[in-house]
């Protein structure tokens, strides 16, 4: 059976991790857990050559030197290079295009965290199973909190492999979002995919015909050097910006999921990112230096300055330059919505 | 009627106010509220010549240099420069020895708050009186929260111009502070003092002689230069360093008070700090560049990053060259017993 063909997404820069990740230093090029940056992390997890073969790369002219300056040894077989941001739907498309028609593509984002790659290569396999039996499959993931920050995932009946989705939802409020904990059979959307290029490409010509004719005229007008493929920018321009899940996934009647519950995060913001950290016994979390004193649940984050800290609990404090962020775990969600961020 | 002479003292750097007062900038030379410092406004307050005499100043040599850059147009008749810390008795001794037998003494710490100039003058004068007619006078403050940090006296029996001291209490814990508030009649130590020199050294010397006589031997062995009168060091090394309140106020059958709610405080600490500045309409109080976003009570006071906060309440932020401290409003009161402050 042929080799799974893992896509990954690398583009937007993300304000929530400010003032860490910012325009000059993207989120998945960070070393926030480990070692290693998240998008090292990413392609880490396609290492099993008898499941994988190389990766292709979907990424922007502005992240394309901080993506090649992270390869490493990584097995590449390219990357494509977009003009401008024209979200997931668009990328996807590239990427299903210059691949073989039959090849089944696992589409993953450089910028998650998955703490089991054991869970998630078993998942990879039952998605490319889905995927090769004619589905567009979808992650679903356990939801272990009230979270109004993710799309969430109706899950329908059982299917050979998998379940099929009954329906995709939007963020919810905090109210249904509680009821879909209470009600049972809602899984987050977590935002990898599985399924054939060709069958892709189909539903995405049947679902949304503009967009599918103006990603093949970025491609006819593109062109490839040294493994960099770039599509024609004026046809890339006119390509309506939607993601996949709006575009095909909530359209398509051929929609399945896997259950993967691999210790999986987004890392949407400073809150996620200490609860991925190993804590101490008080449940402080500390990157530099820091003292503190009477602290339970404080992350502590600094590039230089020493940070003490007194008398405190689910508060996070980032040190990033000239920038100094305090907040509390609650609000960690709202960081985006500061001047900085917005590059005031 | 003679004027009185204010006798400053100048000694010690405090840790409560760390990182922003370190042994390179003790907390009296500290521009913390307004455009002057605390020792600034301690030498404006007595700038009603009718009232006051120039300003003698007790101060150790480590901080000499700091006192005199900071004297402006003051009027000083002198500046006692201890060779070592030896706490408040000795102090107060030196500049006794130093002064007339008659002159009225007003002695004040030179790194406290006093928010109404005018309470402060009366307070001045009433105490004046008292002293002149043999009393030892402590500035009794009308107590608004049951604070742990400060010593109490107990009101006496009503006297011409204010009260007898029923007696000095050190620092209470918790309940007793709270029994005080409600028991009634007592009032904080202020740490201000008026006093006659010559029964200020009478009394020393009846309850603690051996302390007396080693101020006289260093007052002795002591030479004068510009102005500045340096006692003899091998001498004043071998003086007893102990509070006045310990030394005499507590001994002394002629202890009276009276009551100065002049807006006083010690800022003993960054909550004390943050109650004396103006707040905004949330509570919240800035110095140096901040972003804050669903907070109350906040305080943050940064000397060169943008500070931005996000969903907190009572707490406080200083940055100040390569350190950052948070704290708890209520945690403040513990910043000296961090790592920094203690020169680790």
């Known amino acids: 059976m042929d080799r799974i063909t893992p896509v990954v997404l690398c583009g937007g820069s993300g304000t929530r991790l400010w003032p860490r990740s910012r325009p000059s230093a993207p989120k998945p090029f960070l070393r926030l857990l480990g070692e290693q940056s998240l998008f090292e992390q990413t392609l880490a997890r396609f290492g099993d050559t008898a499941i994988f073969a190389p990766v292709l790369l979907v990424t922007g002219k502005d992240q394309l030197a901080l993506v090649e300056g992270q390869l490493g040894e990584s097995a590449i077989s390219g990357i494509i290079v977009e003009p401008e941001p024209k ?16 090849a089944v593509m696992l589409v993953c984002p450089s910028d998650h965290h998955i703490a089991d790659n054991a869970l998630f ?6 998605s490319a199973a889905l995927a090769r039996a004619g589905w567009l ?20 009946e059982p299917i050979e492999g998998g379940f099929r989705v009954e329906r995709f939802v939007e963020k919810p409020d905090q109210a249904r979002a509680e009821a879909f904990l209470s009600e049972g059979g809602y899984c987050w959307n977590g935002g990898l995919f ?15 015909p503009a967009l599918s004719q103006a990603v093949r005229a970025a491609v006819a007008g593109g062109k490839e050097e040294d493994n960099r493929f770039h ?24 929609a399945a999921m896997v259950e993967a519950n691999m210790g999986w ?21 500390v990157r530099g230096t ?18 003490s800290v007194v008398g405190l609990e689910d508060v996070i404090v980032v040190v990033d330059g000239d920038e100094v962020l305090v907040t ?14 917005q590059g005031k």
């Open 231 to 254: 599509p024609g920018a004026a046809a890339f321009a006119r390509i309506e910006a939607e993601s996949v899940d709006y575009a095909v996934m909530e359209q398509t009647s051929h």
């Open 265 to 285: 995060s987004d890392i949407g913001n400073w809150q996620a990112l200490r609860d991925a950290r190993e804590a101490d016994a008080e449940g402080n979390v």
């Open 328 to 341: 509390s775990a609650e609000g960690a969600a709202k960081v985006g919505k500061l001047k900085g961020p």
């Open 194 to 208: 599985a399924f054939s290029a060709g069958i892709f490409l189909e539903e995405l010509a049947r679902h949304r």
């Open 87 to 102: 979200s997931t739907a668009a990328a996807i498309a590239l990427a299903a295009l210059r691949l073989p028609g039959d």
């Open 121 to 126: 290569c078993a998942a990879a396999r039952q």
């Open 137 to 156: 499959v979808a992650f679903g993931i356990e939801p272990t909190r009230a979270e109004t920050g993710y799309g969430y995932i109706k899950r329908g």
């Open 290 to 307: 820091a003292d503190l004193l009477d602290c339970r649940n404080v992350m502590v984050d600094s590039d230089a300055p020493r940070v």
